[in-house]
């Protein structure tokens, strides 16, 4: 089941239940009027969208033309964002590019931060900053994956978490690069470095993904264009340390999580064939999944970033393909605009 | 006006509007079912929702009793709690304890976490870990003031911040910490250090604070016990180094703050009268608004902490009182519990 949030003049949009292939959708008012209202009473809304889900395909169900500039992300508000730096192989590339050791409990205790979550962009809406953000903030885009979980008791072991997992989405987590060392520095994580972030136009159920999703990872390439040239496809179940019901249990170590939490992969990255950091699609490689990567692998590699961060006019496109070549969750696809 | 929220079967409970002693309250489902929805649409809905506050006040409208123990957090439930660490006092007695210079830009430079929001604990409802919370968690208090907001522009300034609160209300930031030296050694801020937080059973608009609130202070003594013992009186409208509006406008330099948005002050901290350390209540001073700084100031007067973080049983209670000495928001009292 593959589900989307219309825009409309309220705060949560209306839900959608949309086609497998992206192309109709039919909403169920009469079920849920929101995403969110779905999640916090899912065993028993669940059959119902489905049955929904089910009458799109066999043609019984009427619909209209789903278009995914029309689409909110998912949930346009939740309760609660808290993501995970899952592919260490970024965080080490990060250090590294700063010549800082990378501490060995990084690759057994999962690091995560807490994400605003009260404003989510539209998947294809601008990102919007004021002038002295370019260059000053360093705009980055993140491609992620991201997971709704249900309620999570506190200290739910890791099997618990899995079955929690009620939809998987794509996320462009914006990041301000320059503010982030100012920031951490000062010792209370991320805030201003993390401003609002776009989900894809469709979260899907896990049935959706087959044998690309094993309960905890999504084995597919994650494409990322930038301003229409191929820059990354990572595959997002390829060295993601800490799998999605690890970081969940993480997460739930001294609190219990509510019924529409997203959680969050962090950046996916890969390592190169060799096992050092990985190259560029034009040198055959996997590319990147945000700028800072491969300014990071230019600093090791040539002693200098070549590649700048985002400037206005700038787009980033991001999107998965099954094994079909389909997309699956529809493409984030935003351009950075100056505020007005 | 002051606002409550009843808990029952839903996650959001229901509004009410609460008399200015505290003793009634009326259900408001024809104008708001909730104070999210009421904050969502504040202009409209706040001017009917006075008038049923002053129905109450003349005896004009039906009321029913309120009990403080049938309040959950005002908003039980939140699309953000971002908190600010303003009475920086606080923040260098935490360094110099630790034998740990605080940089000068912490005087003009605000500090602020971003914390979980996706459940709160009711005002009265026990504080629940597992067994090895005790000692191994430091489980602490955080008195604090709070207020929520409406919507906030992208790089508001000061004045368009003052002008977005829309309520106050008293805060039990609850905090691990032993678990936060870790955690912030990380580098991604706090997260299982910060579980969930308590709000006061109501939350007021600021002109129930008459001269006590200058528009961005709140100038009367935060009264913490300790097992029935008063163990702070500190005042929080003084060394508050960053007032709400700078706090607010904090957060909203590379993003807007959506309505129902919770801002915290960090814990409220006094400097003793010399401008050192406070001191205890027992020794003439205002006492601390958690077990930390006690701590700290054994620790700095003596070289060890004689102060325990919370036991299991330990019960600490939050309130203010305005200049006749009645309860304005109600009382926090929750018990650490170990958790089934």
Redesign the interface.
């Known amino acids: 089941m593959k589900l989307g949030t219309l825009k409309d003049t309220t ?1 949560d949009g209306r839900l959608v239940i949309v086609s497998k292939d992206l192309t109709r959708c039919s909403e169920v008012p009469h079920i849920a009027r929101t995403l969110q209202a779905a999640l ?1 009473d899912w065993e028993h809304v669940a059959p119902r969208l489905l049955a929904v889900a089910e009458g799109i395909e066999t043609g019984g169900q009427p619909t209209k033309r789903f278009h995914e500039r029309d689409a909110h992300s998912p949930l346009p ?4 964002w ?1 993501d995970g ?1 899952a592919y260490v192989n970024h965080v080490e590339l990060v250090r590294r590019a700063r010549g800082a050791e990378m ?1 060995e409990s ?1 690759w057994t ?1 999962p ?9 989510f962009l539209p998947p294809r809406d601008p990102i ?3 002038a002295e ?1 370019v260059p000053g ?1 360093g705009v980055d885009f993140e491609a992620e994956i991201a997971v709704v979980v249900g309620d999570v008791p ?2 739910a072991d890791e099997t618990t978490c899995r079955d929690a997992i009620r939809l998987v989405m794509l996320v462009n987590d914006v990041s ?1 690069r320059s ?1 982030i060392p100012g920031e ?1 520095g ?11 972030s776009a989900f894809s136009p469709v979260a899907v159920t896990p049935d959706e993904l087959g044998s690309a999703w094993d309960g905890g990872r999504l084995s597919l390439p994650l494409l990322v264009a930038l301003n229409g040239d191929p820059f990354g496809k990572a595959d997002a179940g390829a060295d993601m340390t800490f799998d999605f019901p690890k970081l969940i249990a ?2 739930t ?6 019924a ?2 997203i959680i969050g992969s962090g950046t996916v990255s890969n390592k190169g064939r060799d096992g050092g950091p990985g190259q560029p699609i034009a040198a055959g490689g996997v590319g990147y999944s945000c700028l800072a990567e491969i300014r990071m692998v230019e600093t090791i590699e040539s002693g200098a970033m070549k590649t700048p961060f985002m400037a206005f006019g700038d787009t980033v496109r991001i999107e998965m393909a099954d094994q079909s070549g389909h997309s699956i969750f529809g493409a984030i696809e935003q351009t950075l605009e100056e ?1 007005a």
């Open positions: 705060r916090d508000r939740a309760y609660q808290a730096s501490p990084f205790d690091l995560m931060y807490q994400g605003g979550s009260d404003s919007r900053f004021p953000a903030w506190l200290g301000l503010l951490l000062k010792g209370f994580g991320f805030f201003q470095a993390k401003p609002s993480h997460a170590r001294t609190r219990p999580l509510a529409g939490t505020a």
